[in-house]
């Protein structure tokens, strides 16, 4: 018998960053369809990379939220959050599903306006309004939500001068156990200050007070914090009802639900550690409900879900640009998209899938982003299949900011597409070319010419 071969040992370093799970893998099966519609048409068509927004998904999941609440409470009202995804035609599904509008600035209150909606189904948020954003909002009769001091002054100056009712309510902010607390918003509750503004407005002759507002954080992982914000407003409710004889005519608690990403470092996926829709309505609805009101003084329940209602329904498709090896042996994948369009990979580790078949061959890897900028890393360490140069990936969940809080840095913003019912693609939003920045910039006549 022939003597076994002697190999000698050797070390291998690990590149897979932390595991989850399911060890280091991340993807089994490519993702070749959205809404049956195959990701390599679209990128023929639209582009690479580009942005895709499933029109079923969004309502889906809306439904699924309104089913929630409405279930468990008998008034209940969303209001789509803008900033999470203002693009109009996104807006308008939530529209049509019966969802507000909340804005926090006055473009995206215009923006709510042009799409359509009634000034009186307008949340208006933010620490920034100027009086004339003010006027306009009195006169359209929206709630205006205030976050401050000032910004109470001058509406009790604006709506004086003008002689105008506004509807108003304040944002509180409150120890819920979440640190750290967001207290730059709003008016605190545990230092008699959300009081305080409380009293003032009630003394006031053209301040209507509507509803009390709370937005106690993002991606929130606790559904007992929800609770705590709902009997805090539910107490200043109560005691303005006791002190005024008035009932507050709305409690709105917000958005701040997490969707099924996975944040960075994290053990298990998102959507093993994230409570359901269902939970959060749970512990909100039955802190309301067990709270001691008249059920005549029930107020409506607003919601201003953004993240958990969109981000499943959007996917980033791009394509491989090269491989290359690092000088400590790992490989790095080089894509057409990097954190200009896809910001959210600075806190998610967005699960990323080939859209064709593949070897059983996979390995760890860095996948970095085109542009020539250190920062650029869409995925420390992925485990993926070998890609090649031309290859097509898909980014799941990328539905919430990255259309926002994209940027328009080495290279330009790309297509957005909205696949609707019937698995039709539409353009909503073209991408940005050189014109789109000539069209903004302008030379001085002494700059237009050099000798070089
Ligand atoms: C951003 C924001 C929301 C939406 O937050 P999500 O975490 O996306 O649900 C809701 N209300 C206010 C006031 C906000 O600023």
């Known amino acids: ?3 076994l071969r002697y190999e000698r040992p050797a070390i291998k370093k690990l590149n897979a960053g932390l595991m989850n799970k399911f060890g280091t893998r991340t993807e089994y099966a490519p993702c070749t369809h959205i809404d049956g519609v195959a990701v390599k048409d679209l990128i023929k068509e639209y582009g690479s990379p580009v942005f895709v927004i499933s029109e079923r998904t969004i309502r889906k999941t809306s439904q699924n939220a309104n089913r929630a609440f409405k279930t468990r409470y008998p008034k209940v009202q969303f209001a789509w959050s803008y900033k999470t995804n ?39 948020n933010g620490p920034e309004k100027s009086v004339a954003d003010l006027e306009q909002a009195v006169n359209n009769g929206s709630f205006i939500h205030i976050d401050h001091f000032d910004e109470l002054y001058d509406l009790i100056e604006l709506t004086g001068r003008i002689k105008k009712k506004a509807k108003v309510a304040i944002r509180v902010n409150m120890d819920t156990g979440i640190y750290p607390m ?19 407005i009630m003394a006031s002759e053209y301040l209507e007070l509507e509803g009390l507002h709370s937005h106690i954080g993002t991606f929130m992982l606790s559904t007992q914090a929800y609770s705590i914000a709902a009997s805090k407003l539910s107490d200043l409710a109560v005691n303005i009802k ?91 994948t080089i894509m057409d998209f990097g954190v200009n369009i896809l910001f959210t990979s600075f806190w998610y580790e967005h699960k990323i ?34 890609l090649n140069k031309g290859d097509q990936v898909v980014v799941h969940k990328v539905g919430a900011y990255n259309m926002t809080q994209w940027m328009q ?15 039709k693609p539409h353009i909503i939003r073209e991408n940005e070319t050189v014109d789109t920045l000539r069209s903004m910039e302008r030379k001085p006549d002494y700059l237009k010419k050099f000798k070089l």
């Open 1 to 3: 018998m022939e003597k």
């Open 86 to 124: 203002y693009i109009d035609a996104v807006c308008n599904v939530f529209h049509q599903e019966g969802s507000w509008a909340e804005v926090v600035s006055i473009f995206e209150y215009q923006k709510a306006i042009d799409n359509g909606v009634p000034g009186n189904k307008i949340i208006f």
């Open 182 to 200: 967001w207290d730059r918003f709003g008016f605190n509750y545990e230092t008699g200050q959300a009081w305080n503004a409380i009293t003032k």
């Open 242 to 332: 006791y002190k005024y004889n008035k009932a507050i005519h709305y409690l709105d608690l917000g958005g701040g639900f997490p969707s099924a990403n996975t944040l960075r470092g994290s053990y298990l996926p998102g959507a093993d550690v994230i409570p359901s829709i269902d939970d959060f309505a749970e512990a909100i609805t039955s802190t309301i409900l067990n709270y001691g009101y008249k059920t005549e003084d029930l107020p409506l329940l607003i919601l201003e879900t953004g993240r958990a209602l969109i981000d499943d329904a959007g996917y980033l498709l791009g394509s491989v640009l090269a491989n290359k090896r690092l000088s400590d042996g790992r490989r790095a």
């Open 353 to 386: 899938t080939p859209a064709q078949e593949f070897s059983q061959h996979t390995e760890d890897m860095v996948m970095y982003g085109p542009l020539c900028m250190n920062i650029d890393v869409v995925r420390q360490s992925v485990n993926l299949p070998l």
């Open 409 to 423: 840095f080495i290279a330009m913003r790309p297509k957005v597409i909205l696949i609707d019912m019937d698995g």
